[in-house]
């Protein structure tokens, strides 16, 4: 069982930058691939970024890339998400997930656990 709690969002203005975290509980941390969806208003929930359990492989959101950076400390148990240049277009909730796979995926159905989300907000 691994328990998932995001942090970081808040309301920031177009062009700056926030840093996600979200901590897991478990042991095992070590042993997921993890990911970031987000979740607009009267959208579905799409794929942000994932990495593997050690970091070595990542995958983006063609609508991140270049602007967003998945990383992860096993020693904290935490993995982040950091955002630069965001644009309004970028606000919704942001949710962290676990993966028992090898190779970080972009299909939300692959995913065990969930956290319970974080609101960004980017102001134009």
């Known amino acids: 069982q691994v328990q998932l709690v995001e942090s970081g969002g808040g309301v920031v203005q177009a062009g700056g930058s926030l840093r996600l975290s979200c901590a897991a509980s478990?042991?095992?941390?070590?042993?997921?691939?993890m990911g970031w969806f987000r979740q607009a208003p009267g959208k579905e929930r799409e794929f942000v970024a994932a990495?593997?359990?050690?970091?070595?492989?990542?995958r983006y959101a063609d609508s991140v890339k270049g602007r967003f950076t998945i990383s992860r400390d096993n020693a904290k148990n935490t993995v982040y998400l950091q955002m630069n240049s965001l644009n309004p277009e970028d606000t919704a909730v942001y949710y962290c997930?676990?993966?028992?796979?090898?190779?970080?995926?972009?299909?939300?159905?692959?995913?065990?656990?969930w956290g319970q989300g974080t609101q960004v907000t980017v102001s134009s």
């Open positions: 997930a676990a993966d028992l796979g090898v190779v970080p995926t972009s299909f939300s159905e692959e995913y065990d656990y």
């Open positions: 990495l593997n359990w050690s970091g070595s492989s990542t």
């Open positions: 478990g042991r095992t941390f070590s042993s997921y691939a």
